[in-house]
């Protein structure tokens, strides 16, 4: 059994404002093992960015605040530690990289001097290996003219290059865990391949668990081993990659893996989920996917199911895979 | 042949930047370079490219949002660019634009029956026409006449994009030019958006321009595909032939560094390598010959053009 | 006609119950507006002065203009709240009467600037091009001055009296609002939805007034509360100078140099008409940063 980087064990984070608590993450509980990508899927309002940022704690600008549940790295339970230490513990065992490259690096600086700053802070190296350090990791990277690079400004680069400075800055002091939050959502196509070969390049190269949260199925579909699916807070499907596109159980992910237009596969019509994610208002008591559910039953409307094994490595969150009697007397009832 | 609804030939769009204190040096950021196509009643072209191409500058020129720097778009016939500011404004009759961001092209301010009534009113249908208009609209685009008295921000990106469609088609138009209209969706809602779409299609008999970089979902809803680069269309084929047979090397990067929702399949990738250049900077010869695998010496210096291949298609290369 | 909707058109949307909306940011903003303390107190307050103010020939124990000679130069007592002045004038009274001199000058000289200023900026943003850079030159003129020098200058054009203060603060109110709304109109000129507008066929006046005014309204408010302060204290200063306000108006300037005299002697004739004037202009900035911070979209809960 290869050992366990990252356990998050009902994590719960919720957002306050207005005196309402919205919970943003409701119970979430999944694990990640040594040099295993592991995908988290979901749509807006899923919770799958609080929750990356949860494991960071990288709340406290915002009305977050995580009120439940541990997330267990290396052993030590993150959320009970000193700030501190999880200082150390940030840049250096776990890095993380964010969706907009064009704002996630300070316009101020010189490329070198950001690069060199998790360097010297983690690593402890003088000025001269620092910089010799950044250099090497901007060559890691596949970036060109590295030794000029280094005294560069970021608007003077791409987006594409700007995200590969971002992987850069992140390996640099090796993680072992890499979180990526939408790593090549605002890229283009031919620039995303790019990033993505990156990355699971690197991924292997240093035996990097990698998080990568993202909406898109054709990536989960390409560089991850297993993927976790969130809906409104919680999960409702977890499972390797293969079993995830050939035998979805959970009507959103099959819903979901239905909807996305396939390249060369030309539909006459989508299937679509009808209606929307709730809003907190709306969010029914039992299963809260059960307003857009095509096969919602009476159950579902009352009781919340919980995340249960249905096979070795197969986790569902839904009534009709609990109870195989209760499957066979389902009526269809809904949209 | 029957004439085609929109012809756009030699299409230009260039935005000059002024540098030097003087302002003599001028940089010249080429949007569009010599564009051509045409489209026909009722069907779905679609515009496909990365940032840069010029995909979205077309479409505005289309709209008459963009004066073009040369070039020509006739619609029905007629030559836009030789009307005046008035006729232009009964021309729009024709043609309505749904925009990419669902959350900004709705005016915040106004309630949402008030947004569809907007090009009822500019156009001058009366009181009676379009309190009946706006509800039958909302109705069209699944939402109630009740919702009409709230505001945008009360709705999600979906409805928000349904709210942008119904005034869209407010006024009957003959052909939309939706601009990304899903990329800013979440992928569950986009294909309601695109079926919502597809059956608007089939019941008005609209023709549609449809832009965007996502090429699983233009393949989805287009009958023929142009893909830009640089300003440039490189290649224009219907929408079969251009996925299964595609010709200008950079289509055939683009379609393989689509992430396919299939874990099973391991394609072999063309990955393409550098940046795209700059549109204010555009390389010499063939635009893309700084980043293709198969560029030759006369890539480098000369410009290909569109040429018939046969079936439909058209590429703009010398390796095929 | 169009013809009857497919039936396959999801409509599970309809489902969503309607809210009664009233306005769709009134209730967010006033929400804000609430939690600042100060700026809700300098509404009251002032409130309660204009609502004074236009009651004060009713309400004033005293009348205003007529002399007293037996009570002249009174310090404050219960007959006389503020004391008199030198001509046996009950103090408070006048102050009361000239709250109206003040707040409807402040008010109305204001207003006037913004209109116009306003109108400017609104033009100079859409159309660019000439307009913006003559309309910019204008401006740029009329701010090297600073604004008691400018009123000072236009007083010596017209002559002296309250009409013609209004309309020098008016003119020099002018650039200010129009540099302001004419960068608030810039961003709302490049939103998308003025650009959705365009491609409709919506003329050049309609867009700006019903889309680009609309988005620029919050601007105009700060800004017009903050300048009625500035309105006030140079119309008292214009009043001081002599170019105001004339004898006997009991507007609050005026009335601190009828004090200068008796500083040292009789200080409540100045110091009452001067605390009027500090807690009006108080209280106006006041309101004027409450409303800003209320009313900014950036500023979240």
């Known amino acids: 059994m290869t050992e366990r980087i990252l356990d998050i064990q009902n994590l719960q984070t919720s957002f306050f404002s207005d005196g309402k608590e919205i919970k943003a993450v409701d119970g979430v509980s999944f694990t990640i093992h040594k040099g295993e990508t592991v995908g988290v899927v979901g749509e807006s309002g899923s919770g799958k960015s609080v929750t990356s940022l949860s494991v960071m704690r990288l709340l406290q600008d915002t009305p977050g605040k995580i009120v439940g549940g541990s997330i267990y790295f290396n052993g030590k339970n993150l959320l009970e530690i000193p700030e501190r230490e999880m200082r150390k513990i940030r840049g250096n065992e776990i890095a993380m990289i964010f969706q907009e490259p064009m704002t996630s690096l300070n316009p101020v600086y010189k490329i070198g001097k950001q690069l060199e700053e998790a360097i010297r802070l983690h690593l402890g190296y003088d000025k001269k290996q620092a910089r010799a350090h950044a250099v090497q990791m901007l060559k890691l990277v596949g970036l060109p003219r590295a030794e000029e690079l280094v005294n560069e400004y970021p608007f003077q680069l791409s987006g594409g290059m700007r995200q590969r400075v971002m992987i850069a800055m992140a390996m640099s002091c090796k993680p072992k865990l890499l979180i990526a939050d939408e790593p090549t959502t605002a890229l283009d196509v031919t620039i995303q391949a790019q990033i993505l070969d990156l990355m699971r390049k690197l991924g292997q190269a240093s035996d990097t668990s990698i998080m990568l949260i993202t909406h898109d199925l054709g990536v989960v579909a390409e560089m991850c081993e297993r993927v976790v699916v969130m809906y409104a807070g919680k999960v409702v499907e977890e499972t390797d990659v293969h079993t995830l596109f050939s035998e979805p159980k959970h009507p959103y992910t099959q819903g979901l893996l239905k909807s996305i237009p396939k390249l060369g596969e030309k539909v006459g019509k989508l299937d679509s989920i009808p209606g929307n994610v709730p809003t907190p208002d709306e969010m029914p008591q039992g299963c809260k996917f059960a307003t857009r559910c095509k096969f919602v039953t009476e159950q579902c409307w009352k009781k919340e199911p919980q995340l249960e094994k249905i096979s070795k490595d197969h986790k569902v969150r839904c009534w009709l895979h609990q109870d195989t009697e209760k499957v066979e007397e389902t009526q269809k009832v809904g949209v | ?320 | 006609m169009v013809k009857p909707v497919p039936s396959n058109i999801p409509t599970e949307v309809s489902s969503i119950p309607v809210k009664k909306v009233i306005a769709p940011n009134f209730t967010a903003f006033w929400k804000k507006f609430k939690k600042q303390k100060l700026a809700l107190s300098s509404a009251i307050f002032l409130s309660f002065l204009i609502f004074v103010a236009i009651l004060s020939p009713i309400i004033a124990p005293y009348g205003v203009e007529e002399p007293d000679y037996s009570h002249v130069l009174q310090g404050p007592s219960f007959q006389h709240l503020a004391g008199t002045d030198a001509f046996g004038r009950d103090i408070f009274s006048r102050i009361l009467v000239g709250a109206r001199i003040s707040l409807s000058v402040g008010i109305i000289s204001v207003l006037l600037g913004a209109a116009v200023g306003t109108f400017l900026g609104l033009i100079s943003a859409y159309y660019g091009k000439w307009i913006d850079s003559i309309v910019g030159r204008i401006n740029d003129v009329l701010f090297a001055f600073p604004g008691i020098l400018l009123a000072i200058g236009i007083i010596a054009i017209l002559g002296p009296g309250l009409g013609n203060v209004v309309v020098a603060i008016a003119i020099f109110s002018v650039p200010s609002f129009a540099r302001i709304v004419r960068s608030s109109a810039l961003s709302v000129k490049s939103s998308v939805y003025v650009e959705a507008s365009k491609s409709i066929g919506a003329k050049d006046r309609r867009i700006i007034w019903k889309h680009i005014f609309p988005g620029t309204i919050s601007t105009i408010i700060v800004n017009f509360t903050m300048r009625i302060g500035s309105a006030i204290l140079t119309a008292a200063s214009l009043s001081f100078l002599g170019l105001g306000a004339q004898p006997p108006s009991p507007e609050w300037g005026a009335m601190l140099s009828n004090g200068r005299d008796y500083l040292t002697t009789a200080s409540h004739i100045t110091f009452f008409p001067g605390l009027a004037i500090f807690l009006t202009v108080l209280a106006f900035n006041l309101l004027g940063d409450g409303l800003r911070d209320a009313l900014d979209p950036k500023i979240k809960d």
């Open chain 2, 1 to 320: 042949m029957t004439e085609p609804l929109v012809e756009v030939k030699n299409l230009k769009k260039y935005f000059s930047t002024r540098k030097g204190v003087f302002g003599q040096k001028k940089s010249v950021v080429k949007a569009v370079d010599d564009v051509s196509f045409t489209i026909q009643k009722g069907e779905t072209l679609g515009l496909v490219g990365e940032s840069g191409c010029g995909k979205s500058t077309t479409g505005r020129m289309l709209m008459q949002l963009l004066e073009p720097t040369e070039g020509q778009i006739v619609f029905e016939g007629k030559d836009l660019s030789k009307l005046n500011k008035s006729e232009i404004r009964s021309a729009r009759k024709n043609f309505q634009m749904i925009f990419q961001d669902p959350y900004a092209s709705l005016n915040p301010r106004m309630k949402i029956k008030d947004i569809i009534n907007e090009p009822l009113i500019i156009h001058g249908y009366d009181k009676e026409q379009r309190e009946r208009r706006v509800n039958e609209l909302l109705d069209i685009v699944g939402l109630s006449p009740a919702q009409g008295d709230r505001y945008p921000h009360e709705f999600s990106g979906g409805q928000r994009q349904r709210i942008g469609i119904a005034r869209a088609l407010a006024i009957s138009p003959k052909l939309i030019i939706a601009d990304e209209p899903v990329s800013a969706l979440d992928v569950s809602i986009q294909s309601q958006i695109l079926n919502l779409l597809k059956d608007l299609q089939n019941e008005f008999h609209l023709t549609y321009l449809f832009i965007s970089h996502n090429l699983s979902v233009v393949e989805h809803i287009s009958d023929r595909v142009g893909v830009m680069y640089l300003g440039k269309i490189v290649e224009i084929a219907d929408q079969e032939t251009l996925y299964k047979n595609p010709l200008h090397p950079y289509t055939k990067s683009l379609l393989s560094a689509v992430p396919v929702p299939d874990p099973k399949i391991k394609r072999e990738r063309i990955i393409l390598k550098g940046d795209i250049p700059s549109p204010a900077n555009p390389p010499s010869g063939c635009t893309f010959h700084t980043r293709c695998p198969f560029a030759t010496e006369r890539c480098r210096q000369e410009v290909p053009t569109l040429r018939n291949v046969g079936n439909g298609q058209y590429v703009s290369c010398y390796l095929v």
